[in-house]
């Protein structure tokens, strides 16, 4: 009997394969997006810790210093186990070079396959270096090898090749590894100048991360809902749809709770088969996105990320748990009717009763609490997950304020209308929209999340290119070894350049946290360009009489401390806030004092850093010059130009994975509404058949129905742009504040948001196409069938 | 996989080829070769000979604690050319052996970062704070320091014979195709010093071994390891002798009066047999022979001090102390590779 049962309830699916699609690529959806996410995720968190353990910029403590190979190989024969790193950026180049030793460097990680003689030979004379697939590596560096476990922007070579590329002698740092003996000779004895940095708590780095990754599973968990719209949809269409046959099935003898068990079975089976493609799906976008992922993570945070991929149980087997809950979820519902359905209860489809007014208020009134929670949280709510919980409130509470909004100018549109005809279509609307209610939701999510996102990263872009083109403000930086050279540099830049601004910096404690401390004259360079946020009247006449100090918007907000208040600098230097400027990109805190101000509170820091003023024509010319006459550090010289790119190459790699997920986003949505339109189509048979006995041509019915959905988006598209803009808000106001220290001007963006709109549109337009296609070329017959299946 | 596989399969070339490296890198082109015509002249060539592919020098010695019990160490700075004219790379090997316990160590390194070399005038050869040192350009009084996490060792080597030269003035020939090798020893030393132990330092005296090699040649694809031998008796001769395990063995001996004169023997004139195997980390390794050299009178049973001698490094091998008894009773070293 169950076989039979069993064959009857799959027979349904067998009648409907555009239901099984839906049901089964929903379902895909939503565990491919919510996989792909974690997959990325866990990825990038596995990556930390083997970064950490293999290049240990951040967990190794290390030795800094004026250092070259020579100190390297002094630690080496004392018994220090140290491994020498060189890190920097040749002029004129975007990719960072990274010089390593692989006979000391640790052999757990990202040191590449060396196994072959020949490749080992050509790394060591500097004949082959190593970048991920797609780093930009100008010609004049030796043959690339392409590997994936690089993070993207990285040039691995020899450290004596890296000297060689960025016309170095010196290395940066010497990381200790951990098999370091106790009774090693003092560091001071053998290199008086060196000294030993412990790494970082790591605090800021993984808090920023953090905040990185929990973006992403917003975005997961969003994709996942909307998914999940399907899903329902599909779900609750084929109980409605299998009614009259659970009705013989039960008449025949079946009992309820095999047959309930049956359906579990079914449901069980489609988590199976929807959660693995899910996965796959989830790993092909991991793996397209991991790159995007791993760029903006080192290029904005410093974490190095590989760009590989590795299967890991956690994500997939919580891809298959939220496949199970999504689908518990979506069919619960109808399996806990099902369960209490007496044995001969109408079997008719439900599509009228569901236009209950009844929901709609409940629906209505769910969504203003929602939105008030939201408006709650973004004024009283601190931390990061506050600002994710007002965005879920926000986005959650739009959703449901969806339909009776929808339904609300339906009726005054059926009010208003004149003539049956107009009437009616208003009316068919109005009892359509239950139907489609949920695909609609979707379309509102992905929309606003279109918009909001979309609406941050232009805000974002604008204020973040104004601002580097304010803060760097002179056209050539330039640092010297030590302050001999320093001297010898400003005796030969004088005359060449219109000023030469030192510029003099050291880490200090700012209000009790690490932070830097900085020093710059008083110059028209700062005064007209420096991005000022807040400040007292008269700042830079006041900061240049050496009272006071400018402090970051990081700073600002995290102490509370802006313009007129009080700031601790350390070492018992307390000063008055004369402004705040907005600093992006930076966790720390930063203060800054005039030259003299800093020379006098933190004696003994030499004048190495200058920034040039030149004509912007000469700056190649200049650059060349120096560095053929001085012999400059790693990252010694750096011009405007060149660094502003790499600034906003990592801008937008940032927000490539943020757009990528946006348009998937809208691809599930309008597959929600394509999905919902196709069955509604079907079902919505015995309403379409009178109207069409009354005289319409099928050809005027389906230009109506694809009007009716064109509509309905447009109105969609008109809600989700207020909730889009009140998202990007949050995104910037509240997420970014608590991410990241800094507060962005929200910019509209009205073309963006109409194209946005014409898209929703045209998706509309595409979704209904094919419903609208088969209702016009519908054989008269099956209409006229409607009447004989009366029921 | 990484750089340290590659080194080492460069650095034991024999050992390379039983491990399927074979066709790797076979060809000499570039790299001079052992010129039996060249007389060795000293103190150049102690130091390093870039132009040949690969070299050691390699210090082992047969010690004796305060505490009367049986020691061993073992030191080896190995040096590799990737290329003719192209980088070299180092490594180098330490091993400690107490009758119950073997500590190894394993260190690498690129010269042109000064973490690694030889000198000559005075006489130096280290990796990192390993090394092997002279106070003038002379290899008679040393002395040698290295240390791990685990274990180490501080000791003073004066030799009280003659430098000696293996097969025909120094030219070692390692297959019976002719492949050799330049190879002296120094094999008269009187050892002092402090071994530390993870238990604690044991001061320490016995004999020690100095042997410089170096070739361009890997031995022949069939030769699949070899059985080394250094011994001390107490009548004051010294063993060398190593079999090159291959479809034919192919066996060498020097016999070295207490005199220093040294006589080479080929072949058969030389019998060496396993007498008893011990399983060490999951293979069967001959810790236990029958030497024989009829010509001298020799026949004596060696057997390892520590069976467990194992070298654990990334291309892992056997070396350790041994005792000899038998006609000639003595001390000395044992270094067995190739077994799997």
């Not at chain 1, 043959?143 to 016309?167: M, N, S, T, W, Y």
């Not at chain 1, 540099?489 to 060449?496: E, I, K, M, V």
């Not at chain 2, 107490?234 to 063993?239: C, I, P, S, Y």
């Not at chain 2, 060490?280 to 001959?286: L, Q, T, Y």
Request: negative net charge; proline residues 6%.
């Amino acid at each position: 009997m169950n076989r039979a049962a069993l064959g009857a309830l799959l027979a349904h699916w067998r009648r409907h394969p555009l239901q099984l699609l839906t049901l089964v690529v929903g379902l895909a959806l939503a565990t491919g997006l919510w996989t792909g996410v974690q997959a990325i995720n866990a990825q990038a968190r596995l990556d930390y810790a083997e970064a950490a353990a293999t290049l240990g910029q951040d967990d190794l403590p290390r030795i800094e210093g004026d250092l070259t190979l020579a100190d390297f190989a002094t630690l080496r024969r004392a018994g220090w186990p140290v491994t020498p790193v060189l890190d920097g950026t040749p002029l004129g180049m975007r990719a960072r070079v990274l010089g390593i030793d692989p006979f000391t460097a640790p052999q757990n990680g990202a040191t590449p396959d060396l196994t072959d003689t020949a490749d080992l030979t050509a790394f060591l004379d500097g004949r082959l270096v190593f970048a991920a697939e797609g780093t930009a590596v100008p010609e004049t560096l030796p043959e690339v090898r392409r590997l994936p476990d690089i993070a993207p922007g990285l040039v691995v070579a020899d450290i004596l090749a890296a000297q060689a590329i960025l016309g170095t002698e010196q290395i940066d740092r010497m990381l200790i590894l951990p098999e370091a003996r106790d009774d090693l000779p003092p560091l001071a004895d053998l290199l008086p100048g060196a000294r030993r940095v412990e790494p970082e708590a790591g605090g800021e780095i993984g808090r920023l991360t953090d905040s990185f990754h929990l973006n992403l599973t917003a975005f997961g968990l969003l994709a996942f809902a909307v998914g999940l719209f399907i899903v329902h949809a599909a779900i609750g269409l084929a109980f409605e749809q299998r009614r009259p046959l659970f009705r013989t099935l039960r008449a025949l003898g079946l009992p309820a709770s095999r047959l309930t068990l049956l359906l579990a079975a079914e449901l069980v089976a489609f988590t199976l088969i929807g959660g693995a493609l899910g996965i796959v799906l989830g790993y092909g976008m991991a793996a397209l996105l991991l790159p995007n992922v791993a760029a903006t993570l080192s290029g904005l945070y410093g974490a190095s990320v590989a760009g590989g991929l590795t299967l890991a149980p956690t994500w997939w087997l919580s891809g298959f748990a939220m496949a199970g809950i999504g689908l518990a979820v979506a069919g619960g519902q109808s399996l806990w009717q099902l369960a209490r359905l007496p044995v001969l209860a109408p079997a008719m489809p439900r599509a009228w009763a569901r236009a209950r007014l009844g929901t709609l208020y409940r629906q209505g009134v769910g969504g203003l609490v929602l939105l008030a929670a939201a408006v709650l949280v973004a004024v009283f709510g601190t931390g990061l997950v506050a600002g994710f919980v007002c965005l879920g409130a926000l986005l959650l509470g739009a959703a449901l304020l969806l339909p009776p909004i929808l339904s609300a100018v339906l009726a005054l549109g059926a009010r208003r209308a004149k003539g049956a005809l107009t009437q009616w279509l208003w009316a068919d609307t109005q009892q359509q929209l239950p139907g489609l209610s949920l695909a609609l939701m979707a379309l509102l999510l992905a929309l606003a999340a279109n918009v909001g996102v979309g609406t941050m990263v232009g805000s974002f872009r604008a204020t973040f290119t104004g601002w580097l083109d304010q803060r760097l403000a002179a056209e050539l930086y330039v640092r010297a070894t030590d302050e001999a050279q320093a001297t010898e540099l400003r005796a030969f830049l004088d005359g060449r350049v219109d000023a030469i601004l030192p510029i003099v910096g050291t880490e200090t404690s700012l209000e009790g946290a690490p932070g830097d401390l900085y020093g710059q004259p008083d110059h028209s360079t700062f005064r007209e360009n420096w991005p000022l946020l807040d400040s007292v009247p008269e700042v830079w006449d006041r900061l240049a009489t050496g009272e006071g100090a400018l402090i970051n918007e990081q700073l600002a907000r995290r102490t509370g401390n802006w313009s007129g208040a009080e700031v601790d600098l350390g070492a018992g230097e307390r000063r008055e806030v004369l402004g705040v400027y907005s600093d992006y990109g930076n966790p720390r805190g930063q203060a800054i004092l005039t030259l003299d101000a800093f020379h006098a509170a933190v004696p003994d820091v030499p004048e190495t850093r200058f920034a040039l003023r030149v004509a912007p024509a000469e700056v190649p010319a200049l650059a060349e010059a120096i560095s053929a006459r001085f012999d400059l550090p790693a990252e010694g010289l750096v011009d405007q130009a060149s660094l502003k790119g790499f600034s906003l190459d990592i801008f937008e790699q940032t927000f490539a994975v943020t757009a990528a997920l946006n348009v998937l986003t809208l691809l599930v949505a309008g597959f929600a509404l394509w999905a919902s339109l196709t069955t509604l189509g079907t079902m919505r048979l015995p309403q379409v058949a009178p109207v069409w006995a009354l005289g319409l041509t099928r050809r005027g019915l389906a230009l109506a129905d694809l009007a009716r959905a064109l509509i309905l988006a447009a109105f969609t598209a008109v809600l989700a742009i207020p909730t889009g803009v009140a998202l990007a808000w949050v995104l910037l106001a509240v997420v970014n504040v608590q991410a990241f220290g800094w507060r962005l001007p929200l910019l509209a963006d009205p073309g963006g948001w109409a194209v946005l709109s014409l898209w929703a549109v045209v998706a509309a337009a595409l979704a209904a196409a094919l419903p609208v296609w088969r209702l016009w070329r519908m054989p008269p017959a099956q209409l006229v069938q409607v009447f004989a299946h009366e029921r | 996989m990484n750089a340290r596989i590659l080194l080492l399969a460069l650095f034991l070339p024999v050992a390379a080829l039983a491990q399927g490296f074979a066709g790797l890198g076979q060809e000499t082109e570039g790299f001079t070769l052992p010129d039996p015509d060249r007389d060795l002249t000293f103190p150049v060539d102690h130091g390093a000979h870039p132009d040949f592919r690969t070299e050691w020098w390699y210090v082992t010695a047969a010690l004796t604690g305060a505490d009367g019990r049986d020691y061993g160490v073992q030191w080896t700075l190995f040096r590799s050319s990737l290329a003719p004219g192209g980088p070299q790379v180092w490594m180098a090997h330490l091993g400690v052996t107490t009758p119950d316990a073997h500590v190894s160590g394993e260190r690498l390194g690129h010269d042109e970062t000064g973490q690694a070399g030889v000198s000559v005038a005075p006489f130096e050869a280290w990796l990192d704070d390993w090394h092997l040192v002279s106070d003038d350009d002379g290899i008679g009084d040393l002395r040698l320091e290295a240390r791990t996490a685990e274990a180490g060792y501080e000791l003073t080597l004066r030799a009280e014979g003659p430098i000696v030269l293996h097969g025909e003035n120094g030219y070692s020939v390692k297959s019976a195709s002719g492949q050799a090798s330049r190879y002296y020893s120094q094999p008269f030393y009187t050892v002092t010093g402090t071994l530390h132990l993870p238990s604690g330092p044991v001061e320490v005296t016995g004999q020690g071994w100095l042997d410089r090699e170096w070739s361009s040649q890997f031995l022949e694809a069939d030769q699949a390891g070899w059985d080394w031998f250094s011994l001390h008796f107490e009548d004051g001769a010294r063993l060398m002798a190593f079999v090159l395990r291959g479809d034919e063995p192919f066996r060498y001996a020097s016999w070295i009066a207490p005199d220093g004169t040294t006589t080479p023997y080929y072949g058969n004139a030389l019998s060496a047999e396993p007498m008893g195997v011990a399983e060490v980390e999951g293979r069967d390794v001959p810790v236990r022979w029958r030497l024989r050299l009829p010509q001298r009178g020799l026949d004596v049973t060696v057997a390892a001090v520590n069976a467990q001698s194992w070298q654990d490094t990334l291309f892992p091998y056997w070396e350790g102390p041994v005792r000899a008894e038998g006609s000639h009773p003595g001390r000395g070293y044992l270094e067995m590779t190739g077994y799997e």
